[in-house]
């Protein structure tokens, strides 16, 4: 038995092995094909929009065609508020009797293919979640279509994944690659769908998944421009590029009332959905209840129904009556909170950037005059930002939206703090309460996992003992006692004759050869190969993979510089350990630095002699 001293190895170039990024060739095949899914989601987005429209003329207005118009132009007078109630009972039927998932806003739904289902999504869910959203909304639903637009995205590009040999990993980057090219197309903002799948449906920021889910985006933009024009959506007037200390605190106060605002909002959507499931009827017919709310809405505010983009373009322009002001605020939150709630189909973006533009109408009131239109503009980008948990996209898509580039500095404040008060108020956001409701949870914190930039060498024990394979089993037995043998180990590598690991005993086998063998035999002869080694210059998180995929959670380390020379021994335990030191990082906290006066005073001199 000889006791091993292991030292660190420093001789070789650990960086050779690693590197800053995952990245394989593998990410140009999925970049073809997500540049394929962005030119197909374009396409997807067009057809969406018009779908749109038709079934909003054949509702309120009894003619085939695909020409813009919105329900509050209608005169049906009374009968309008049946509108929605017919429509919400066709999208019941197509959810009881289609599929259940075409059901809500898209994202949550979204997500759940992502972290459930392996990002499979079924091919009928591509026809049947565009057909009921634009059956929803073409008759007053107050949704946006980005939603549904970004759910039949992402089946698109999903079921493209499942025609190739591809992992969940690759299926996921392509669903999402679909998810982000059909919002672009839809709101002419290419920079803030990448932002938006970052923040909301990638889960890492890697360049496997970033790059074709960028080029998807990129090419949605630029095919947009030749089916539905370019952008910006919502033209704004030109405002000051610095707004002064008033204008800067102004956006703070901006800021808090939109996290305010997220707050009640996600809350009174979960109170709607949470008063639904007390009903004693099935939930196919919810959303009649909940067309019935809305059609009752329209009669009191016709701006409320429909995806309601001109009411956001007049908000960003500065003109609009406080009686339009009061009624978004007052109606149109209530009635999207219902109908939202009852289950029926629509997206989110649209109505929070009409309710954020009547808070910042409303701010306009008493806050520092900035300039037409000012205030809306901040305010719709930081309830985006704050309601769904993504500041970055809330910022760069108000300014895509407008393309006024002078408020990025008021857009990072007032979203950051609507942010703040966000995640301070609520454990959980508008799109992922849902899915957390539905007994699953999700984590939207990005962190470099501890274990990649720790290395075997940090924490592996150089102190060990080891058996020479010429060792008789009744000497190596009789050195398991715990004078002989360090505490807790199970494992002992066995060393050939020129100190190479030849492979490994365990401590219950060495007991047992030596209660049924000759004690005179080598243990050489009794040796298990090593299946499974650990490297001193490895990061600790591949060791964590290869434990799990043999089911080892021992290992013996050797010198990458010399194969085969044992260097120490790494477990399940020493793992832990370096996950305690990450846990200690984050709780225990000093004071590194203290201040001293350099000369004490006359009195307290006197006092300490």
Not at 52 to 66: A, D, K, M
Not at 77 to 93: K, N, Q, T
Not at 191 to 196: D, E, G, T, W
Not at 452 to 468: C, K, N, P, S
């Amino acid at each position: 038995m000889s006791d091993h001293s292991a030292h660190h190895s420093g001789g070789h170039p650990a960086g050779e092995l690693l590197g800053d990024f995952t990245v394989t060739p593998r990410v140009l095949v999925l970049s073809l094909l997500a540049i394929a899914i962005g030119l197909l989601s374009t396409g997807v987005a067009f057809v969406l929009l018009r779908l749109i429209n038709l079934f909003t003329n054949l509702f309120y207005f009894h003619r085939w065609s695909i020409a813009l118009v919105t329900p509050g132009q209608n005169t049906l007078g009374g009968y309008a508020v049946l509108v929605p109630v017919g429509g919400a009972l066709i999208v019941g039927l197509m959810a009881r009797y289609g599929s259940e998932r075409i059901r809500g806003h898209g994202i949550p739904e979204a997500l759940e293919s992502i972290l459930i289902y392996g990002s499979r999504v079924q091919p009928r869910l591509a026809v049947l979640k565009p057909l009921s959203a634009a059956i929803s909304i073409g008759s007053g639903g107050p949704f946006g279509a980005e939603g549904p637009i970004i759910m039949t995205g992402g089946a698109f590009g999903s079921m493209i994944a499942q025609l190739f040999h591809l992992s969940s990993a690759e299926r996921k980057t392509l669903l999402v690659a679909g998810a982000a090219a059909g919002m672009s197309a839809t709101f002419a903002a290419p920079l803030a769908s990448v932002f938006l799948a970052v923040e909301l449906l990638l889960f890492e920021w890697k360049p496997r998944s970033l790059i074709p889910v960028a080029l998807a985006s990129a090419t949605a933009g630029a095919a947009r421009r030749y089916i539905l024009g370019l952008g910006p959506l919502f033209p704004a007037p030109a405002h000051p590029a610095f707004i002064g200390p008033a204008g800067l605190a102004g956006c703070v106060v901006a800021g808090l009332l939109a996290g305010l605002l997220s707050a009640v909002l996600t809350l009174a959507v979960y109170a709607a959905e949470d008063a639904f499931q007390k009903l004693p009827i099935h939930w196919m017919w919810w959303p009649a209840i909940g067309g019935l709310v809305i059609g009752a809405g329209g009669l009191i505010f016709p701006q409320a129904l429909g995806v309601g983009y001109d009411t956001i373009g007049a908000l960003v322009q500065g003109d609009v009556p406080g009686t339009m002001i009061a009624g978004i605020l007052l109606v149109k939150s209530v009635i999207w909170a219902v109908a939202l709630g009852s289950g029926t189909s629509g997206g989110v973006v649209a109505p929070l950037l009409m309710m954020g533009g009547a808070l910042g109408g409303l701010e306009a009131m008493f806050l520092p005059h900035m300039g037409v239109g000012f205030w809306p503009l901040i305010s719709l980008g930081a309830v985006l930002g704050g309601t769904m948990r993504a500041p970055l996209t809330g910022i760069v898509f108000a300014i895509e939206l407008t393309h006024d580039f002078n408020v990025l500095l008021p857009l990072l404040i007032a979203n950051v703090l609507a942010y703040t008060v966000s995640v301070l108020l609520l454990k959980r956001s508008i799109l992922t309460e849902k899915v957390s409701r539905r007994g699953f949870h999700l984590s939207c914190e990005y962190s470099v996992d501890p274990l990649e930039i720790l290395f075997v060498r940090e924490v592996m024990r150089t102190t060990l003992a080891a058996f020479a394979a010429a060792t008789t089993v009744e000497d190596a037995a009789s050195h398991l006692r715990p004078e002989h043998s360090p505490r807790g180990q199970h494992l002992y590598p066995v060393l050939d004759s020129e100190n190479r690991l030849a492979g490994v005993i365990t401590r219950k086998d060495l007991q047992k050869l030596a209660a049924e063998h000759d004690g005179a035999r080598k243990i050489g002869e009794f040796v298990r190969c090593v299946p499974e080694v650990a490297y001193a210059n490895e990061s600790l998180r591949a060791v964590v993979y290869r434990m799990a995929s043999s089911g080892f959670t021992r290992m013996p380390v050797l010198d990458p510089a010399e194969k085969g020379r044992l260097v120490g021994m790494v477990s399940l335990q020493d793992l832990l350990r370096a996950r305690v030191r990450n846990l200690s990082e984050e709780r225990d906290r000093e004071r590194v630095i203290r201040i001293r006066l350099p000369f004490r005073s006359a009195e307290t001199s006197r006092k300490r002699s």
